[in-house]
């Protein structure tokens, strides 16, 4: 292998920001900050927004698109009713 092309592969700590979570791999990740983990290493620090432990996806929390309907669904939904409703007292007021 060529020497000074290659990426630096090393442990990395990613650090979950919304709970804490954090989690030691190896990464090409470029980092400014370093950590100090509790065994005493000392690894590049590289901050995440979300993770698995707070992702809706992984958690549960979130919402099912089935249950939910379509755009057509929805519209006939909310005013499918009102019109229905609107059109039958129409012809009986004539």
């Not at 000392?42 to 707070?54: G, H, V």
Request: aromatic share 10%; proline share 4%.
């Amino acid at each position: 292998m060529k020497d000074g092309i290659h990426p630096n592969y090393r442990e990395v700590c990613f650090v979950d920001l919304s709970n804490g979570f954090k989690f030691v791999t190896r990464s090409c990740a470029n980092t400014k900050e370093m950590v100090k983990m509790e065994d005493g290493r000392e690894l590049p620090l590289f901050k995440l927004d979300t993770s698995s432990e707070s992702h809706p996806f992984y958690t549960g929390t979130q919402k099912s698109v089935d249950n939910m309907g379509g755009r057509v669904e929805r519209f006939r939904n909310r005013y499918g009713k009102t019109t229905a409703a609107a059109a039958t007292s129409a012809p009986a007021a004539e």
